[in-house]
C-alpha cells in the first residue's frame, strides 16, 4: 500500500510550481490601512495593535571582542516584515563579563551618526548592557560593508549615509509613496514610526539577552535619537529614559512675536501629527522618571520646549541638565547625569541626586522676581541666573543675572520690559564626591536646571527692541568667559551680538584689544554665523583673519566689509547669531586655551564703537 502523503496543502501548491515555501512573500508585520477611519488618531491607539515581542528577532553574530571585562559583540537582528522584504538593523551589544544579568538601556544614535563600540564598552565598565542600534545604515567596525538593510523602506537619511536608500531624503510627511506601509495618509508613513518600532525591538532583544535584567531596562538617545527615545517611552517594559538634545514637544509652533520656528511643514496632517507623532503626544503619557540632557541654544530641542514638555507629565521625576552658550553639545557636566540617572533608576544605586531646585518668579512694578533654593547645599558649587528677552531659543543670549543669597536662597531682580517676552531660569552646579570618568575626559560636578519661567505678553511686538537700553560692549572679560562656550578651549563662541540690548547699528565697527607680550605673534581668527535666525535673517558664514604682533595692548578696527562670505553678502551685525574667536601661536601653530588661567588677559575687550 502506497504510504499516504502528510505534505500541507500550501506545499503542495508549491511543489505543482516548481517552487519552495521560502519562495513566498511573508507575511508582514503590519497590516496596512485602506481607509481613513481604520487610521489610529491619537500616539497609544497607533501602537496598540504592534507587540514588538511576537516575531523572532534571528539574531546574527558578526563579529566579538573582549577587553577590560567587557564583552562586545556586533550583531544584526529582525526589526520586521515590510512590503513582503525583511528589514534588519545592525547593533552593537556590549555588557559587562560578570556572570550577572545587568540592568540595560537602549543607545539610539543621531543624525548624521552610526552605532558606536566605545560607547557601548564605557557604559559596560559602569555596569550595564547596552545595544546601539544603527538606524542609519552607516558601515561600522567589524564589517566589510553596511549590515543594517531596511528592505523595501527607508527611515534613513537618504544616499549620502545609507548605501540602499530608496528616498533622497528623511521623509517625515504622512504622505504615501511606494516605500511606505499604508497606501493612505497616516502616520505610519513617516519614518519617525519605523524608527521607534526599531526601537522597541531592540526592547525585546535586550529582555531576551542572559546577561539582561528584563526588569532593569531604559532607553536613551541623542538628538534624532533623543526624539527616538521620547516616542519609545510609553513602553512598559521601560523604567527611565533619558533624551539628549531631542525630543521635545510643539515643532509645529512659531516662536512667541515671530513668524519663524516651527518645523513642520507638509506634513500631510496637523492635527493628525500633533497627536501621534509629535513627541508631546507620548510625553503626557510617559510614567517612567526622565532626564532631559540639553545644551541652552540646542537648534533640535529648543529650551522653552523641553519644559513644555516636562509640563505634560503626569508626574514630577524630572530634570534638566544643560551647559550655556551651546548648541547641541552636552558637557561633562550633563553627561555625567545619564550614568547618574540610570545608576539610580535601572541599577537601584542610590546616586542622590538633587530634585529640580525649586524656583519662584513674580512680577511687580516692571521688575521680575526670581528666587532658587537648590536642595543639598552642602553639595552645591554655584548658582548661576540667566534671563532673557529674545522668543528665539536657538539664538538667544542668556544674561547672567546679579544674584544675592539669603538663607539658602538665590534671588535676581530683572527688569521687565513692555511688549516685550521674558525667559529666565537658574542652573545649578554640584559637586560630585570624587572625580568621575566618561567616556571622553571626565568631570567632578555635575549641573541640574530649575524651572524655565516664561513671561508672554499678550500685545508681543519685538519692535519694542529698539526701545531697550543699549550697550555696546561685547565683553571686557572681568568675568573670563563666562558668556562664552568651548568644546576644545581654544575656539570660543557666544551669542551676544543677539541680545537686543547690543547695540548692532548698522555701520558701526568692531573693537577687539589684545594683550600679546612682547615678541609674540599670534594669528587672529574671527568667524561669524548667521543661522537660525529665521525671518529670512541667515546670511551665511562669515571669517577674518590676521597676524598680530605682540609689544602689549592693540587694538584691532574691523568694519563689516572686512568680513568673507564666500557668497558675497554684507555682513550686518544685527544678523550675526554665534561669534567666534580663536587665538593661534604663529611659531608653533598651536591654539591658545583662552580659558585657562596663564592666558588671561590676553583677550581684553571686545566692542561695537560708532564710526
Same mark, same amino acid.
Given at each position: 500500500?502506497?504510504?499516504?502523503?502528510?505534505?500541507?496543502?500550501?506545499?503542495?501548491?508549491?511543489? &505543482?510550481?516548481?517552487?519552495?515555501?521560502?519562495?513566498?512573500?511573508?507575511?508582514?508585520?503590519?497590516?496596512?490601512?485602506?481607509?481613513?477611519?481604520?487610521?489610529?488618531?491619537?500616539?497609544?491607539?497607533?501602537? $496598540?495593535?504592534? $507587540?514588538?515581542?511576537?516575531?523572532?528577532?534571528?539574531?546574527?553574530?558578526?563579529? +566579538?571582542?573582549?577587553?577590560?571585562?567587557?564583552v562586545?559583540?556586533?550583531?544584526?537582528?529582525?526589526?520586521?516584515?515590510?512590503?513582503?522584504?525583511?528589514?534588519?538593523?545592525?547593533?552593537?551589544?556590549?555588557?559587562? +563579563?560578570?556572570?550577572?544579568?545587568?540592568?540595560?538601556?537602549?543607545?539610539?544614535?543621531? *543624525?548624521g551618526?552610526?552605532?558606536?563600540?566605545?560607547?557601548?564598552?564605557?557604559?559596560?565598565?559602569?555596569?550595564?548592557?547596552?545595544?546601539?542600534?544603527?538606524?542609519?545604515?552607516?558601515?561600522?567596525?567589524?564589517?566589510?560593508?553596511?549590515?543594517?538593510?531596511?528592505?523595501?523602506?527607508?527611515?534613513?537619511?537618504?544616499?549620502?549615509?545609507?548605501?540602499?536608500?530608496?528616498?533622497?531624503?528623511?521623509?517625515?510627511?504622512?504622505?504615501?509613496d511606494?516605500?511606505?506601509?499604508?497606501?493612505? @495618509?497616516?502616520?505610519?508613513?513617516?519614518?519617525?514610526?519605523?524608527?521607534?518600532?526599531?526601537?522597541?525591538?531592540?526592547?525585546?532583544f535586550?529582555?531576551?539577552?542572559?546577561?539582561?535584567?528584563?526588569?532593569?531596562?531604559?532607553?536613551? *538617545?541623542?538628538?534624532?535619537? *533623543?526624539?527616538?527615545?521620547?516616542?519609545?517611552?510609553? =513602553?512598559?517594559?521601560?523604567?527611565?529614559?533619558?533624551?539628549?538634545?531631542?525630543?521635545?514637544?510643539?515643532?509645529?509652533?512659531?516662536?512667541?512675536?515671530?513668524?519663524?520656528?516651527?518645523?513642520?511643514?507638509?506634513? *500631510?496632517?496637523?492635527?493628525?501629527?500633533?497627536?501621534?507623532?509629535?513627541?508631546?503626544?507620548?510625553?503626557?503619557?510617559?510614567t517612567?522618571p526622565?532626564?532631559f540632557?540639553?545644551?541652552?541654544?540646542?537648534?533640535?530641542?529648543?529650551?522653552?520646549?523641553?519644559?513644555?514638555?516636562?509640563?505634560?507629565?503626569?508626574?514630577?521625576?524630572?530634570?534638566?541638565?544643560?551647559?550655556?552658550?551651546?548648541?547641541?553639545?552636552?558637557?561633562?557636566?550633563?553627561?555625567?547625569?545619564?550614568?547618574?540617572?540610570?545608576?539610580?533608576?535601572?541599577?537601584?544605586?542610590?546616586?542622590?541626586?538633587?530634585?529640580?531646585?525649586p524656583?519662584?518668579?513674580?512680577?511687580?512694578?516692571?521688575?521680575?522676581?526670581?528666587?532658587?533654593?537648590?536642595?543639598?547645599k552642602?553639595?552645591?558649587?554655584?548658582?548661576? @541666573?540667566?534671563?532673557?528677552?529674545?522668543?528665539?531659543? @536657538?539664538?538667544?543670549?542668556?544674561?547672567?543675572?546679579?544674584?544675592? +543669597?539669603?538663607? =539658602?536662597?538665590?534671588?535676581?531682580?530683572?527688569?521687565?520690559?513692555?511688549?516685550l517676552?521674558?525667559?529666565?531660569?537658574?542652573?545649578?552646579?554640584?559637586?560630585?564626591?570624587?572625580?568621575?570618568?566618561?567616556?571622553?575626559?571626565?568631570?567632578?560636578?555635575?549641573?541640574?536646571?530649575?524651572?524655565?519661567?516664561?513671561?508672554?505678553?499678550?500685545?508681543?511686538?519685538?519692535a519694542?527692541?529698539?526701545?531697550?537700553?543699549?550697550?555696546?560692549?561685547? $565683553?571686557?572679560?572681568?568675568n573670563?568667559?563666562?558668556?562664552?562656550?568651548?568644546?576644545?578651549?581654544?575656539?570660543?563662541?557666544?551669542?551676544?551680538?543677539?541680545?537686543?540690548? &547690543?547695540?548692532?547699528?548698522?555701520?558701526?565697527?568692531?573693537?577687539?584689544?589684545?594683550?600679546?607680550?612682547?615678541?609674540?605673534?599670534?594669528?587672529?581668527?574671527?568667524?561669524?554665523?548667521?543661522?537660525?535666525?529665521?525671518?529670512?535673517?541667515?546670511?551665511?558664514?562669515?571669517?577674518?583673519?590676521?597676524?598680530?604682533?605682540?609689544?602689549?595692548?592693540?587694538?584691532?578696527?574691523?568694519e563689516?566689509?572686512?568680513?568673507?562670505?564666500? =557668497?558675497?553678502?554684507?555682513?550686518?551685525?544685527?544678523?550675526?547669531?554665534?561669534?567666534?574667536?580663536?587665538?593661534? $601661536?604663529?611659531?608653533?601653530?598651536?591654539?591658545?586655551?583662552?580659558?585657562?588661567?596663564?592666558?588671561?588677559?590676553?583677550?581684553?575687550? @571686545?566692542?561695537?564703537?560708532?564710526?
Amino acid at each position: 500500500m502506497a504510504k499516504k502523503s502528510t505534505s500541507t496543502p500550501s506545499a503542495i501548491i508549491a511543489l &505543482l510550481l516548481g517552487t519552495s515555501l521560502s519562495g513566498f512573500a511573508q507575511q508582514d508585520s503590519l497590516t496596512p490601512y485602506t481607509s481613513a477611519d481604520q487610521v489610529p488618531k491619537d500616539a497609544l491607539a497607533l501602537w $496598540d495593535s504592534y $507587540d514588538s515581542s511576537v516575531e523572532a528577532l534571528d539574531v546574527k553574530v558578526h563579529q +566579538e571582542w573582549k577587553k577590560d571585562g567587557v564583552v562586545s559583540r556586533l550583531i544584526t537582528f529582525k526589526v520586521g516584515t515590510f512590503k513582503g522584504a525583511d528589514s534588519r538593523i545592525a547593533a552593537y551589544y556590549c555588557f559587562p +563579563e560578570n556572570g550577572n544579568k545587568n540592568p540595560a538601556f537602549v543607545w539610539s544614535h543621531g *543624525g548624521g551618526q552610526c552605532a558606536d563600540r566605545n560607547r557601548g564598552h564605557y557604559f559596560a565598565t559602569q555596569g550595564f548592557a547596552t545595544v546601539d542600534i544603527n538606524w542609519l545604515g552607516r558601515p561600522l567596525e567589524g564589517a566589510k560593508e553596511g549590515l543594517t538593510d531596511w528592505g523595501k523602506i527607508d527611515p534613513t537619511q537618504g544616499p549620502n549615509f545609507y548605501a540602499k536608500a530608496l528616498r533622497k531624503h528623511f521623509k517625515s510627511s504622512f504622505h504615501p509613496d511606494e516605500h511606505s506601509v499604508d497606501p493612505i @495618509i497616516s502616520p505610519r508613513n513617516s519614518n519617525w514610526f519605523m524608527l521607534s518600532l526599531a526601537g522597541r525591538r531592540a526592547l525585546t532583544f535586550l529582555e531576551q539577552q542572559p546577561e539582561v535584567d528584563a526588569s532593569k531596562l531604559g532607553f536613551t *538617545g541623542f538628538s534624532m535619537g *533623543g526624539t527616538i527615545t521620547s516616542m519609545t517611552s510609553t =513602553d512598559k517594559r521601560l523604567k527611565a529614559v533619558a533624551p539628549f538634545v531631542g525630543g521635545t514637544a510643539n515643532l509645529h509652533e512659531n516662536y512667541p512675536g515671530m513668524n519663524s520656528g516651527g518645523v513642520i511643514r507638509n506634513i *500631510g496632517d496637523l492635527e493628525l501629527y500633533k497627536n501621534t507623532i509629535d513627541p508631546g503626544a507620548y510625553w503626557k503619557h510617559v510614567t517612567v522618571p526622565v532626564m532631559f540632557i540639553t545644551s541652552s541654544n540646542d537648534f533640535h530641542s529648543t529650551l522653552d520646549r523641553i519644559y513644555q514638555s516636562m509640563d505634560l507629565l503626569p508626574h514630577d521625576n524630572w530634570r534638566v541638565t544643560g551647559n550655556m552658550h551651546a548648541n547641541h553639545g552636552p558637557g561633562p557636566e550633563q553627561w555625567i547625569m545619564l550614568t547618574h540617572w540610570f545608576k539610580q533608576h535601572l541599577a537601584g544605586d542610590e546616586q542622590d541626586i538633587p530634585a529640580t531646585p525649586p524656583s519662584t518668579f513674580k512680577i511687580e512694578n516692571n521688575t521680575a522676581h526670581f528666587t532658587v533654593t537648590p536642595a543639598q547645599k552642602e553639595r552645591l558649587k554655584d548658582v548661576e @541666573i540667566y534671563y532673557s528677552y529674545h522668543p528665539n531659543a @536657538i539664538t538667544r543670549f542668556w544674561k547672567k543675572a546679579t544674584t544675592t +543669597e539669603e538663607a =539658602d536662597t538665590w534671588k535676581a531682580t530683572i527688569p521687565v520690559y513692555s511688549k516685550l517676552p521674558l525667559y529666565t531660569f537658574a542652573l545649578c552646579r554640584y559637586k560630585l564626591a570624587e572625580e568621575h570618568p566618561l567616556e571622553r575626559g571626565s568631570t567632578k560636578t555635575f549641573s541640574i536646571n530649575s524651572y524655565e519661567h516664561t513671561h508672554i505678553p499678550a500685545d508681543i511686538d519685538l519692535a519694542a527692541f529698539k526701545n531697550l537700553p543699549k550697550s555696546s560692549l561685547v $565683553d571686557d572679560f572681568s568675568n573670563g568667559m563666562v558668556n562664552w562656550s568651548s568644546r576644545d578651549g581654544a575656539n570660543f563662541k557666544t551669542y551676544k551680538f543677539q541680545d537686543p540690548q &547690543l547695540d548692532t547699528t548698522l555701520g558701526n565697527k568692531l573693537a577687539i584689544t589684545l594683550n600679546i607680550k612682547e615678541g609674540q605673534d599670534v594669528l587672529l581668527g574671527v568667524g561669524l554665523d548667521s543661522k537660525f535666525n529665521g525671518n529670512g535673517n541667515d546670511l551665511g558664514n562669515f571669517n577674518y583673519g590676521s597676524k598680530i604682533s605682540g609689544h602689549g595692548p592693540k587694538t584691532i578696527l574691523l568694519e563689516a566689509k572686512d568680513f568673507k562670505s564666500k =557668497d558675497d553678502k554684507a555682513l550686518e551685525w544685527s544678523k550675526v547669531s554665534t561669534f567666534s574667536i580663536t587665538l593661534t $601661536d604663529a611659531e608653533t601653530k598651536q591654539r591658545i586655551k583662552l580659558a585657562e588661567p596663564k592666558n588671561a588677559g590676553l583677550l581684553q575687550r @571686545i566692542e561695537l564703537i560708532k564710526p
